[in-house]
């Protein structure tokens, strides 16, 4: 009886503990049912716009084709130099027309980065400035087991905050007040299409179809398996440690990463970079007799990394079996991209196509496969490494073969080039940040001044050679010069204060056109340059 007494005493408090535990471990993290709303103003003035119907008829139409390419860093394909792995194909677009040797993306991540290349604006300006969230934790138990006790790699979790519920994560997405460059294209009477990733929201009136495109075959998600993960001995699959890409292969095709054509989900069993090659070239044979506008944003070489066999066994030097299939991977998107362009030739539509080729943003050098040398930093950063893309653009006939144009320009610019293109005039109710690059090219004028990043409050801003870059959560200031320090190894912001508070002064100005995120960030990546830390939200 006396142990049964001594064993009471201690196992009823240890229970209630652990009741306790338990139920602030499973206890809901408290939510945000907010409604993300658009703009009211400006959708009405989108209305406005997109209702106003082209009636020209004088100028001739040419057809449009946007391809973009997912993480590929800019020394990574042979048309600056890399040694990696030879693009042929790639060269001769860019050799075709104009190559850009400094070429920046709004963002160094894709999602922003989309909004921002799709619309010719700011992503920031509406809202767009992180990620969407799929998911954010339930409970506490999720939360700190993500902080504590799962390896995340560089990845930090921000400090818990209410986060949106599932009502208001379905609201999340390129601003439903936001035009794009397919509703421009559609305003004038163009067939539109996107075949491939499209990652700007994934409910009703965020779909392609509902975002100016008549047509799309490809995936909602920020990836998908590039083909089922089986025993198929023609597919090549390699795994990472990393945390993020057993999310990526359990999820690859469920839900969002599923592949559809149109709203009908399909059982795809194609490599998926051939299958946009392939699907691309349908579209052109179904459009050639008439104006057509298609946006091509590849998943190649974004992860998981999976590739043909034909494509691995170009690269038998290559030891590195990580290397090897990357490398392989951007082979197999060169070969898409000259199949596309084979097809614009073989239709006799060269002379009326303009053909865009960019990346999202630069190279993931947390897979390492790819590290941007000699460009500092990679993926997620407003160092060179992960702003600073390939980006060639193709018309045969308004711009001379083997141009190059080496003073800085955005993928802002191509929303702004379509339009002048098309023959289009743009809304008065809202700024517009690119540039008409033909006419820039052609008249070998300045395409930007300054240009400037915001991911929370890790900022940057360009201008001229000068570039300041600013870390908000240690409050550390970089300065470097570009024109003679491209890989950004001296701080020069010491010596120069008063360009720093220069170029500070315009990032304050920049920002008063801006609003805030609409919805929060989950995370954020910390960046490790031995005696130098870097963070920035995602």
């Known amino acids: ?131 969407p969230g799929d998911r954010y934790p339930k409970n506490n138990l999720e939360y700190y087991a993500f902080k504590y006790l799962i390896d995340t790699n560089n990845w930090r979790l921000n400090d818990k905050i209410e986060y949106p519920n599932d009502a208001s994560i379905a609201t999340q997405g390129l601003p439903k007040s936001e035009i794009t460059f397919g509703d421009l294209a559609k305003r004038k009477g163009y067939s539109t299409g996107i075949i491939g990733k499209w990652h700007l929201g994934h409910n009703k009136g965020f779909f392609p179809l509902d975002r100016g495109f008549d047509y799309h075959y490809g995936f909602y998600q920020a990836f998908s398996l590039f083909a089922p993960e089986d025993q198929n001995p023609d597919i090549i699959n390699h795994h990472h440690k990393d945390f993020t890409d057993k999310m990526i292969w359990g999820k690859g095709r469920v839900g969002i990463g599923q592949i559809r054509r149109d709203t009908t989900i399909i059982d795809e069993k194609e490599y998926l970079t051939e299958k946009f090659a392939e699907e691309t070239e349908a579209f052109i044979d179904k459009n050639k007799n008439k104006p057509f506008l298609l946006y091509v944003p590849f998943n190649a070489p974004h992860t998981p990394f999976q590739v043909r066999k034909k494509y691995y066994d170009r690269f038998p030097n290559v030891k590195d079996e990580n290397k090897r299939v990357y490398f392989a991977m951007i082979s197999a998107l060169d070969d898409a991209i000259g199949r596309i362009r084979a097809k614009v030739k073989k239709e006799g539509l060269e002379e009326n196509t303009l053909i865009f080729f960019a990346s999202d943003n630069g190279g993931a050098d947390y897979t390492f496969a790819t590290t941007n040398a000699p460009l500092k930093g990679g993926k997620f950063s407003h160092f060179e490494g992960g702003i600073n893309v390939p980006f060639a653009l193709s018309w045969k006939g308004k711009i001379k073969p083997h141009t190059v144009y080496k003073t800085p320009v955005s993928s802002l610019d191509i929303f702004t080039t379509i339009a002048a293109a098309i023959h289009s005039d743009l809304p008065k109710d809202r700024t517009y940040d690119g540039v008409d690059l033909v006419f820039v090219v052609n008249e070998n004028k300045t395409a930007h001044k300054d240009l400037y990043w915001r991911s929370g409050d890790a900022k940057a801003i360009r201008s001229g050679d000068w570039k300041l870059i600013l870390s908000g959560k240690t409050h550390e200031k970089w300065l470097y010069n570009l024109g003679r320090d491209k890989s950004e190894t001296t701080d020069l912001a010491t010596k120069n204060p008063l360009k720093v508070k220069e170029l500070e002064n315009a990032l304050q100005n920049w920002e008063k056109g801006l609003i805030k995120p609409l919805w929060p960030n989950l995370t954020y990546y910390e960046f490790d340059f031995g005696k130098q830390k870097y963070f920035v939200d995602l």
């Open 1 to 131: 009886m006396a142990n049964y007494k001594k064993i009471t005493k201690i196992a009823v408090p240890l229970l209630i503990v652990l009741l306790i535990l338990a139920v602030f471990l499973f206890w809901p993290i408290n939510t945000d049912g907010t409604l993300i709303k658009e703009d009211a103003k400006l959708a009405a003035g989108k209305a406005a716009f997109l209702a106003q119907k082209d009636t020209s008829t004088r100028e001739k139409k040419p057809n449009i084709i946007i391809l973009l390419a997912d993480d590929l860093g800019k020394y990574d394909i042979s048309l600056y130099g890399g040694k990696s792995t030879p693009t042929p194909q790639i060269d001769s677009l860019a050799a075709s027309g104009v190559t850009f040797t400094d070429a920046y993306v709004s963002a160094s991540i894709c999602s922003p980065s989309r909004a921002g290349l799709i619309t010719g604006r700011y992503q920031e300006r509406f809202g767009h400035e992180y990620q």
